[in-house]
C-alpha cells in the first residue's frame, strides 16, 4: 500500500524542492484510496487529475504556483459539484447525473492549483450521522472498522484521517463536518452562515447548509477555508465580504482570550464522562496558554435538536421536491401515467431515512401544524441565537465536546432514527445562529478519538483557527495515525 500523504506544508516542501511530484501525489492519493478497504470514496478522477498535475507541475517548473495549495490532491463530498463529474449525493436517484458545473468553492480551490482526486461517500442528501445511509454501503473508522466514521461527510473524513488527501471538502447542517472530524480525529470547520458559496452544493437544509474544510492541521484547514471563502453573487446568501485573511491569526497566542463553558454543554448526563474529562483538559491547557475561561448559560440548548429536525425537514421537504424523474438522474421504467412515473421515481429513488425527512418536513410545513411545529421552530431558532449573543457578550469562543461520545458501531443506531439524531446535540445549535464552529482532536478514550468543539461569533472565524491552532502547538494528537491506515 502507498504511504499515507503528509499535511500540506510538508507536501508543499516537497513539490517545492522536486522531491516529488504533483503528478506523483496524485498517483499516490489514488493508490492509497484504492487500496485502504474503509468505502471512503464513491469516484476516483484518476485521469483527469493526472492531466491537470501534470499542468501544476509545469506551472511550479516556470515558478507560477498559484497558491500554496499548488498540486495538493484534494477530495470533495459527494454533494459538491464538479463539472463533468457525478454528484449522487449517495442517492440512488441521482445515479448517472453529472454535474454541468463546478461548485463556487470548488473553482476557486481549484483556481488556487489544489487538484482533486475524487468524491468521497457520505449519508443520502447529507442526512444522517454515521454514513450508513449511502446506497454505496456504510464507509468505516480507520481507528475501527467496526465502527461508524461519523457524518454526513464521513468519507472526507476518513479520506483525510488515513492519509489520502491532507484536505478535504464536507457540507455541515447540523454537524456533518465537526461530528465525523470528532469520530475520526481530524480538524473539521463549519464557517459562519454565508461565509463559503453554497452554490454547487446540493440543497438539503438552505438556511443552515455551509461547506467547509477537513484537515489534519488547522494551519491546513485554514489554507483551504482562505481559498473557498467570500462573496458570490451566485448565492444570494453570500456575505457581500472579501475572503477574510486568516492565517496571521495562527501566532499561537491566546493570553486574554476569554473561552466560555456552556453548563448545559457539561452537565453530567449529557455526555460520556471519559469525552467531558478529555475536553476540560484540553481548555486547561489552554489556560496554560494565557487563555482564560468563565461559565456561560445557553439556555435552550435542550430544544436545539427538535429545533433542528423541525426546521432542516421542512427545508428538506421543499428542496427534495426536484427530484422528480424528469430534471435530474434516475427515473422509474414501465410506469403508468405522470403521477404515477413521480410516485414511483421517488419511491425507488430515495432510502428510508431521506423519505422519513421529507414526511416529516412535509407534516410541519403542512396547513394545519405549520404554526404548532414550523412557526414554533423558527421562534426557538431565534432564542438560540439570542443565547449565544449572550454568552458572546462575557467571552470570545465557546468550548464543548463535539460529540456526546466517541464513534459508535456500525449498525447500532442505523435501526433507531432518534437515537441517531440524539448524536447531534452538541453541533446543531451553531448551524441553528449561523455562527462558526470547528472541531479539532483532543484525545481518545478506549482507542477512538475525542473531538474538542469551539463556537465563535458570527465572521469570527479567525478566533476559532488562534485557539484551535495554540492547542494544536500544545498537542500531538493530530500526529497519531490509524491503525488500519499506518
Ligand atoms: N446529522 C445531522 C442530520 O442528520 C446533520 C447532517 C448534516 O449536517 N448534513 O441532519
Not at 477530495?75 to 463529474?85: F, H, R, T, W
Not at 454505496?136 to 465502527?147: L, V
Request: charged content about 25%; overall charge negative.
Amino acid at each position: 500500500m502507498s504511504d499515507p500523504l503528509g499535511g500540506v506544508a510538508e507536501l508543499r516542501g516537497a513539490l517545492d524542492d522536486r522531491r516529488v511530484s504533483a503528478v506523483e501525489l496524485v498517483r499516490a492519493a489514488c493508490a492509497r484510496a484504492r487500496a485502504l478497504d474503509l468505502n471512503a470514496f464513491t469516484h476516483l478522477r484518476e485521469e483527469a487529475a493526472l492531466a491537470e498535475a501534470e499542468d501544476s507541475d509545469a506551472r511550479r517548473a516556470r515558478g507560477e504556483a498559484r497558491s500554496p495549495l499548488e498540486g495538493i490532491p484534494v477530495a470533495l463530498k459527494d454533494n459538491v459539484c464538479q463539472a463533468g463529474e457525478p454528484a449522487q449525493c449517495a442517492s440512488r436517484i441521482l445515479e448517472g447525473w453529472k454535474s454541468p458545473y463546478d461548485a463556487t468553492a470548488v473553482a476557486r480551490l481549484r483556481a488556487a492549483g489544489a487538484i482533486v482526486v475524487g468524491r468521497t461517500n457520505m449519508d443520502e442528501f447529507a442526512m444522517g450521522s454515521s454514513t450508513e445511509n449511502s446506497v454505496h454501503g456504510p464507509a468505516r473508522n480507520p481507528w475501527d472498522p467496526e465502527c461508524a466514521p461519523g457524518g454526513s461527510s464521513g468519507g472526507s473524513a476518513v479520506a483525510v484521517a488515513a492519509g489520502v488527501v491532507p484536505a478535504a471538502l464536507g457540507s455541515d447542517t447540523g454537524g456533518s463536518i465537526r461530528q465525523p472530524a470528532s469520530f475520526c480525529g481530524v480538524v473539521g470547520m463549519k464557517p459562519t452562515y454565508g461565509r463559503v458559496s453554497r452554490y454547487g452544493l446540493v440543497a438539503f437544509a438552505s438556511s443552515l447548509d455551509q461547506i467547509g474544510p477537513f484537515a489534519r492541521t488547522v494551519e491546513d484547514a485554514t489554507l483551504v477555508l482562505e481559498a473557498i471563502a467570500g462573496h458570490d453573487p451566485c448565492d444570494a446568501t453570500s456575505i457581500p465580504e472579501p475572503a477574510p485573511a486568516l492565517a496571521g491569526a495562527l501566532s499561537g497566542d491566546v493570553s486574554g482570550l476569554v473561552i466560555g463553558l456552556p453548563r448545559e454543554y457539561f452537565a453530567s448526563d449529557g455526555a460520556d464522562p471519559e469525552v467531558l474529562a478529555a475536553v476540560r483538559t484540553a481548555v486547561a491547557e489552554l489556560e496554560q496558554a494565557g487563555a482564560k475561561t468563565r461559565e456561560v448559560s445557553l439556555p435552550h440548548t435542550p430544544y436545539a435538536v427538535a429545533t433542528y429536525y423541525l426546521v432542516a425537514t421542512a427545508e428538506a421537504s421543499s428542496n427534495l421536491a426536484r427530484y422528480d424523474g424528469v430534471r435530474y438522474g434516475r427515473r422509474a421504467e414501465r410506469v403508468g401515467d405522470l403521477l404515477d412515473m413521480y410516485r414511483r421515481t421517488r419511491s425507488e429513488g430515495f432510502g428510508a431515512e431521506v423519505k422519513r425527512r421529507i414526511l416529516l418536513g412535509t407534516y410541519v410545513l403542512s396547513a394545519g401544524y405549520y404554526d404548532a411545529y414550523y412557526r414554533k421552530a423558527q421562534q426557538v431558532r431565534t432564542l438560540l441565537r439570542r443565547d449565544f449573543e449572550e454568552a458572546f457578550a462575557a467571552c470570545d469562543v465557546i468550548a464543548t465536546p463535539t460529540a456526546p461520545e466517541t464513534a459508535f458501531r456500525l449498525g447500532e443506531r442505523a435501526a433507531d432514527p432518534l437515537r441517531m439524531y440524539l448524536s447531534d446535540v452538541f453541533t446543531v445549535s451553531a448551524p441553528l445562529a449561523g455562527i462558526p464552529a470547528l472541531s479539532v482532536p483532543c484525545g481518545f478514550v478506549d482507542g477512538l478519538p475525542v473531538g474538542l468543539q469551539l463556537m465563535g461569533r458570527a465572521l469570527d472565524e479567525a478566533s476559532l483557527l488562534r485557539v484551535a491552532d495554540a492547542y494544536q502547538r500544545r498537542s500531538d494528537w493530530h500526529e497519531r495515525r490509524p491503525p488500519e491506515a499506518a
